[in-house]
């Protein structure tokens, strides 16, 4: 039996095409929600069904990071996860971290989707680069994105169940884009604002001095490009500090997201998902970040890390890539992944 645990909207997002094959193979399994993102996470019931547990009362205003692990860890004992549960896990949240925990020292195979990635910079990005580190040295199969990943991996001496499958992102999109139906008022905004830029900014470590200085940049860029810039919960001075001139909306659903990428000028953020969903629509991205754990991104010539410095790169988001276009995350991913659960325990 499976254990797919996710408590944040990106986890969701990689995991549901994962879930949905193990449905159709009718394959056993189980999925726990841990209430990071109560509210984000609502979206998805049109996309794969409701949790079989969901714990309570996980996040507090303002809670430091130990406290949520610790809520977690105390949630998930009451439930009495059985030893026998292959525990699958995604990506980098306190979350994946915290269910990789409890797995190990409940003996349990952890799995760990996306995984290898790195910056080697335990601070950036805080707490995820950690969180993946220690996530790899107790898991027990490794599903990696990328080449790189995977060597990642070895350098760190994992060699065992390394396994290079691809980026799930690639399934997601991809059925999205081909079977979901964009809502209303985000086709009209579409339609009301041809050639616009699409801006997303909430990293812990981009906050205060940071931030303040992109969102002048993006006033001043204002003038001449029109910008639609998504809040996020986390951030909640933005529209204090923005023109007039930029459109601001409040987050969207992920299939109006995704509508949002494909059909753009281009992006700039500071999201790690925007950074794969970039290259799936052939959009270029300025990563406003100082270092990035998807070089892929930059390698095939749709991504450039840019730090604050917006203004100085604008640019790049209107050359033409002369790089061959072959998305590096990855086809049919999911299958992939199934296929290798199949041969290890079924």
Known sequence: MFLICYGTRPELIKLFPVINKLKNRKIPYKTMFTGQHEDLIKEFSNLVGPPDISLQNIMGHGQSINTLTGKILMAVDKESVDSNFKIVVQGDSQTSFTMALYGFNNQNDILH????????????????????????????????????????????????????????????????????????????????????LLVTLHRRENRNKNFQKMWSELNQISKTHKIIYIKHPSVTQSENFLAKNIKTIDPVNYQDMLHLVNNSAGIISDSGGLQEEAVCANKKILICRDTTERPETIDSGFGKLVNTEIQDNLDFLFKKNDKSRSNPYGTNVSEKIISLLEKEYL
């Open 113 to 196: 989707i996306e995984a290898g990635l790195r910056t080697n910079n335990l601070n950036s990005p805080f707490p995820e680069e950690a969180n993946r580190v220690m996530t790899s040295h107790i898991s027990y199969m490794h599903f990696c994105p990328t080449e790189q990943s995977v060597k990642n991996l070895n350098k760190e001496g994992i060699h065992e169940n390394v396994h290079l499958v691809g980026n799930t992102v690639v399934d997601s999109f991809n059925f999205i884009i081909e079977n979901s139906e964009i809502s209303n008022s985000t086709e009209s905004l579409i339609e009301n604002n041809t050639d616009y």
